[in-house]
C-alpha cells in the first residue's frame, strides 16, 4: 500500500494537482483571501474553532 506521502506526491504530478496547486498559489497572492486564512488559523489558535475546548482557553459553561 502506498503511503500517503506517495499518494500526495501523486496527486501533485497529476493535472488536477497542478491545477489544485496553481490556484492555492493565485489565492495565495490574494491580500484579501490571505486575511481570511490569518482569522481563521487564529481563531483555530484560540480553540474557538466550536470543537467544545478540548485544548482549553475557551470561556466556561454559564450556570444559569
Do not use: C, N, T, Y
Not at 500517503?4 to 497572492?29: D, N, Q, T
Not at 481570511?36 to 481563531?43: G, H, S
Request: net charge positive.
Amino acid at each position: 500500500m502506498a503511503s500517503l506521502f506517495h499518494k500526495v506526491a501523486r496527486f501533485a504530478k497529476s493535472p488536477a494537482g497542478r491545477r489544485a496547486i496553481s490556484e492555492a498559489k493565485r489565492m495565495a497572492r490574494d491580500p484579501h483571501k490571505r486575511r481570511q486564512a490569518k482569522e481563521a488559523f487564529d481563531k483555530i489558535r484560540k480553540g474557538a474553532g466550536g470543537s467544545g475546548g478540548s485544548r482549553g482557553g475557551g470561556q466556561p459553561p454559564s450556570s444559569h
